[in-house]
Protein backbone atom coordinates (compact mmCIF):
# COMPACT_ATOMS: atom_id res chain seq x y z
CA UNK A 1 0.00 0.00 0.00
CA UNK A 2 1.52 3.06 -1.04
CA UNK A 3 2.01 5.87 2.04
CA UNK A 4 1.41 9.76 2.11
CA UNK A 5 3.11 11.22 -1.10
CA UNK A 6 3.48 14.60 -1.69
CA UNK A 7 4.74 16.94 -4.56
CA UNK A 8 7.44 18.95 -4.56
CA UNK A 9 9.74 17.67 -2.33
CA UNK A 10 12.07 21.20 -2.41
CA UNK A 11 10.41 24.32 -3.46
CA UNK A 12 12.22 27.38 -3.61
CA UNK A 13 11.04 30.82 -4.70
CA UNK A 14 11.17 34.30 -3.88
CA UNK A 15 9.10 36.64 -1.85
CA UNK A 16 5.59 37.47 -3.43
CA UNK A 17 5.88 34.76 -5.61
CA UNK A 18 2.66 32.20 -5.77
CA UNK A 19 3.68 28.78 -4.79
CA UNK A 20 1.33 25.14 -4.60
CA UNK A 21 1.99 22.29 -2.68
CA UNK A 22 -0.02 18.85 -3.05
CA UNK A 23 -0.48 15.86 -0.89
CA UNK A 24 -2.03 12.79 -2.13
CA UNK A 25 -3.68 10.34 0.91
CA UNK A 26 -3.57 7.06 1.65
CA UNK A 27 -6.20 5.71 -0.43
CA UNK A 28 -9.42 5.40 1.07
CA UNK A 29 -8.00 7.83 4.22
CA UNK A 30 -11.08 10.36 4.41
CA UNK A 31 -8.83 12.55 7.09
CA UNK A 32 -6.15 14.94 5.43
CA UNK A 33 -4.19 17.01 7.59
CA UNK A 34 -1.73 20.17 7.17
CA UNK A 35 1.53 20.74 9.20
CA UNK A 36 4.41 22.73 9.02
CA UNK A 37 7.69 22.53 11.17
CA UNK A 38 9.57 26.15 10.70
CA UNK A 39 13.36 26.04 11.82
CA UNK A 40 13.90 25.72 15.13
CA UNK A 41 9.99 25.01 16.25
CA UNK A 42 8.21 22.03 16.63
CA UNK A 43 5.23 20.35 13.64
CA UNK A 44 2.40 23.01 14.48
CA UNK A 45 -1.20 22.28 12.89
CA UNK A 46 -2.70 24.09 9.95
CA UNK A 47 -5.79 22.31 8.89
CA UNK A 48 -7.64 19.43 8.67
CA UNK A 49 -10.09 18.12 5.94
CA UNK A 50 -12.29 15.34 6.12
CA UNK A 51 -13.40 14.64 2.56
CA UNK A 52 -13.78 17.73 0.76
CA UNK A 53 -14.91 19.70 3.85
CA UNK A 54 -12.74 21.86 5.81
CA UNK A 55 -12.81 20.68 9.90
CA UNK A 56 -10.36 22.63 11.38
CA UNK A 57 -8.59 25.31 9.82
CA UNK A 58 -7.51 27.00 13.05
CA UNK A 59 -4.02 26.85 12.66
CA UNK A 60 -3.88 28.54 8.84
CA UNK A 61 -1.77 31.90 9.53
CA UNK A 62 -3.37 34.06 7.06
CA UNK A 63 -5.00 34.64 4.09
CA UNK A 64 -2.46 34.22 2.07
CA UNK A 65 -2.66 30.17 2.55
CA UNK A 66 -5.62 28.63 0.44
CA UNK A 67 -6.18 25.06 1.07
CA UNK A 68 -8.49 22.30 -1.22
CA UNK A 69 -9.30 18.93 -1.65
CA UNK A 70 -10.92 18.58 -4.90
CA UNK A 71 -13.25 15.57 -4.32
CA UNK A 72 -11.97 14.05 -1.23
CA UNK A 73 -8.89 12.89 -2.55
CA UNK A 74 -5.77 14.69 -3.08
CA UNK A 75 -5.19 18.28 -1.11
CA UNK A 76 -3.12 21.20 -2.60
CA UNK A 77 -1.89 23.76 0.05
CA UNK A 78 -1.07 27.37 -2.28
CA UNK A 79 0.68 30.25 -0.41
CA UNK A 80 -0.22 33.45 -2.42
CA UNK A 81 1.89 35.89 -2.09
CA UNK A 82 5.14 33.95 -0.22
CA UNK A 83 6.44 36.17 2.56
CA UNK A 84 10.23 34.97 3.72
CA UNK A 85 8.55 33.26 7.10
CA UNK A 86 6.81 30.96 5.29
CA UNK A 87 9.93 29.04 4.21
CA UNK A 88 9.77 25.74 6.41
CA UNK A 89 8.95 21.99 6.10
CA UNK A 90 5.32 21.08 5.20
CA UNK A 91 3.48 18.05 6.10
CA UNK A 92 0.41 16.71 5.20
CA UNK A 93 -0.66 13.83 7.23
CA UNK A 94 -4.13 11.49 7.07
CA UNK A 95 -6.11 8.91 8.47
CA UNK A 96 -9.31 6.87 8.10
CA UNK A 97 -12.58 8.44 9.18
CA UNK A 98 -13.25 7.76 13.08
CA UNK A 99 -11.94 3.41 12.96
CA UNK A 100 -8.41 4.54 13.80
CA UNK A 101 -6.70 8.17 15.05
CA UNK A 102 -3.43 7.51 13.89
CA UNK A 103 -1.63 9.40 11.58
CA UNK A 104 0.31 8.97 8.80
CA UNK A 105 2.46 11.17 7.28
CA UNK A 106 4.33 11.92 4.25
CA UNK A 107 7.75 13.19 3.51
CA UNK A 108 7.41 16.71 3.57
CA UNK A 109 7.58 19.40 1.02
CA UNK A 110 10.61 21.51 1.82
CA UNK A 111 9.67 25.60 1.16
CA UNK A 112 12.23 28.23 1.11
CA UNK A 113 11.41 31.80 0.52
CA UNK A 114 14.15 34.17 -0.36
CA UNK B 1 -4.35 25.30 25.19
CA UNK B 2 -2.62 21.82 24.94
CA UNK B 3 0.77 21.65 25.97
CA UNK B 4 3.58 19.00 25.08
CA UNK B 5 7.26 19.33 26.51
CA UNK B 6 9.81 16.79 25.84
CA UNK B 7 13.43 16.24 27.26
CA UNK B 8 15.83 16.55 27.28
CA UNK B 9 16.57 18.23 23.84
CA UNK B 10 19.38 16.35 22.36
CA UNK B 11 20.71 12.87 23.84
CA UNK B 12 24.01 11.39 22.70
CA UNK B 13 24.31 7.31 23.84
CA UNK B 14 27.06 5.39 23.11
CA UNK B 15 25.70 1.82 21.33
CA UNK B 16 24.38 -0.29 24.31
CA UNK B 17 23.75 2.33 26.52
CA UNK B 18 20.21 2.46 28.14
CA UNK B 19 18.51 5.67 28.66
CA UNK B 20 14.14 7.13 28.53
CA UNK B 21 13.13 9.93 26.75
CA UNK B 22 10.63 12.24 28.03
CA UNK B 23 7.16 13.88 27.20
CA UNK B 24 5.36 15.77 29.57
CA UNK B 25 1.97 16.95 28.20
CA UNK B 26 -1.16 19.38 29.16
CA UNK B 27 -4.51 18.65 27.64
CA UNK B 28 -7.81 18.51 28.74
CA UNK B 29 -9.75 14.90 28.21
CA UNK B 30 -6.36 12.84 27.22
CA UNK B 31 -7.83 10.28 24.40
CA UNK B 32 -4.51 9.12 22.98
CA UNK B 33 -0.22 9.86 22.96
CA UNK B 34 1.55 9.25 19.94
CA UNK B 35 4.95 8.59 19.77
CA UNK B 36 6.82 9.29 16.11
CA UNK B 37 10.33 8.53 14.75
CA UNK B 38 11.46 10.84 12.36
CA UNK B 39 14.90 10.54 9.98
CA UNK B 40 16.57 13.50 8.75
CA UNK B 41 14.66 14.43 5.27
CA UNK B 42 11.51 12.15 5.74
CA UNK B 43 8.27 12.54 7.40
CA UNK B 44 7.16 11.32 11.51
CA UNK B 45 7.15 7.83 11.19
CA UNK B 46 4.44 6.25 13.44
CA UNK B 47 5.78 4.57 16.34
CA UNK B 48 2.60 4.13 19.23
CA UNK B 49 -0.48 4.94 21.03
CA UNK B 50 -0.96 4.62 24.52
CA UNK B 51 -4.68 5.35 25.80
CA UNK B 52 -4.12 5.00 29.60
CA UNK B 53 -2.20 5.79 32.42
CA UNK B 54 -0.60 2.65 33.21
CA UNK B 55 -0.59 1.18 29.78
CA UNK B 56 3.11 -0.11 28.08
CA UNK B 57 4.17 -0.98 24.76
CA UNK B 58 7.12 -2.27 23.02
CA UNK B 59 8.58 -2.57 19.80
CA UNK B 60 11.67 -4.02 19.37
CA UNK B 61 14.45 -1.98 22.01
CA UNK B 62 11.54 0.59 22.37
CA UNK B 63 9.32 0.65 25.12
CA UNK B 64 6.77 3.90 25.79
CA UNK B 65 5.13 4.35 29.24
CA UNK B 66 2.42 6.56 30.05
CA UNK B 67 1.36 8.58 33.51
CA UNK B 68 -1.52 11.27 33.81
CA UNK B 69 1.41 13.90 33.17
CA UNK B 70 3.93 12.39 31.01
CA UNK B 71 5.27 9.43 29.01
CA UNK B 72 8.77 8.15 28.66
CA UNK B 73 10.53 6.30 25.98
CA UNK B 74 12.76 3.45 27.05
CA UNK B 75 15.67 3.01 24.90
CA UNK B 76 17.21 -0.51 25.76
CA UNK B 77 20.88 -0.93 24.22
CA UNK B 78 20.56 1.37 21.14
CA UNK B 79 22.02 0.72 18.24
CA UNK B 80 23.58 3.43 15.70
CA UNK B 81 20.19 2.65 13.78
CA UNK B 82 18.16 4.03 15.90
CA UNK B 83 19.41 7.67 16.00
CA UNK B 84 16.62 9.61 14.56
CA UNK B 85 14.57 12.45 16.26
CA UNK B 86 11.80 11.01 18.57
CA UNK B 87 8.38 13.08 18.87
CA UNK B 88 5.51 12.56 21.07
CA UNK B 89 2.32 14.07 20.54
CA UNK B 90 -1.54 14.94 21.91
CA UNK B 91 -4.66 15.09 19.90
CA UNK B 92 -6.77 18.09 20.76
CA UNK B 93 -8.27 17.95 24.10
CA UNK B 94 -11.53 15.36 24.21
CA UNK B 95 -10.70 14.13 20.62
CA UNK B 96 -8.76 11.23 19.47
CA UNK B 97 -8.82 12.33 15.78
CA UNK B 98 -8.12 15.95 15.20
CA UNK B 99 -4.94 18.06 15.08
CA UNK B 100 -1.98 16.83 16.78
CA UNK B 101 0.12 19.35 19.32
CA UNK B 102 3.50 18.06 18.89
CA UNK B 103 6.66 18.87 21.45
CA UNK B 104 9.76 19.91 20.04
CA UNK B 105 11.18 16.60 20.03
CA UNK B 106 14.67 14.92 21.25
CA UNK B 107 17.37 14.07 18.48
CA UNK B 108 18.94 10.79 19.85
CA UNK B 109 22.40 9.89 19.00
CA UNK B 110 23.88 6.82 18.99
CA UNK B 111 27.45 6.14 18.78
CA UNK B 112 29.05 2.87 17.52
Redesign the interface.
Known sequence: EAGVTQFPSHSVIEKGQTVTLRCDPISGHDNLYWYRRVMGKEIKFLLHFVKESKQDESGMPNNRFLAERTGGTYSTLKVQPAELEDSGVYFCASSPLITTDTQYFGPGTRLTVL | EDQ?TQSPEALRLQEGESSSLNCSYTVSGL??L?W?RQDP??????LF?LYSAGEEKEKERLKATLTKKESFLHITAPKPEDSATY?C?V?AGGT??????????TILTVHP
Open positions: VRGFYGKGPEFTLAPSYGKLTFGQG
